[in-house]
């Protein structure tokens, strides 16, 4: 089952590249140690987004969650800027809500995954990876490590052992 790259996808990045930019602009208006730290702090976050934008790519349901921490940070940086720095300026304003729309873009998208994942694990009670040969039990330590692209998801024990599959030692 492949996920979707849609419009909160496009948004996303949209988002993310007026918020970089915007905070690229606001610490070049810093000197000295202001400067160092918030240079830091912004190679933090592209380094954050990255991985990121990578998850995305991967459908890796834990992305989201990247993207959540991101623009937190990059929110409570804003907080630390308005703090101080004297200098405010109309560009301070449209980053500072350009973040709270990722914030809460990614706080949405992040929250439905969890509850969707919970969802199919109580309607069935098997797990395999569509590139192996055993199932598991959905909070066996193995199953936690396929991917959510790959896994197959089962009923019972025979819909397993009718697709080709074993059973792994967490099944007793």
């Not at 790959?150 to 967490?170: I, L, M, T, Y």
């Amino acid at each position: 089952m492949e996920q979707k790259l849609g419009f909160s996808f496009v948004v996303l990045h949209a988002l993310l590249l007026v918020s970089l930019l915007g905070l690229i602009t606001l610490i070049f208006e810093l000197h000295a140690m202001k400067f160092y730290a918030s240079f830091f702090l912004l190679s933090f976050l592209i380094f954050l987004m990255l991985i990121g934008i990578t998850g995305l790519a991967n459908n890796f349901s834990w992305a989201w969650k990247i993207f959540f921490g991101l623009f937190g940070i990059a929110l409570l940086y804003c907080v630390w800027y308005f703090l101080a720095v004297e200098l405010r300026s109309w560009l301070f304003m449209w980053v500072v809500l350009v973040l709270i729309a990722g914030f809460f873009l990614s706080l949405a998208e992040s929250g439905p995954t969890v509850k969707k994942q919970l969802k199919q694990i109580k309607q069935v009670r098997y797990v395999a990876s569509k590139k192996a040969s055993t199932y598991h039990m959905p909070g066996c330590e193995w199953a936690n490590n396929i991917k959510p692209a790959n896994k197959s998801w089962f009923k019972s024990r025979e819909e397993a052992k009718k697709a080709g599959k074993k059973p792994h030692d967490c099944i007793m």
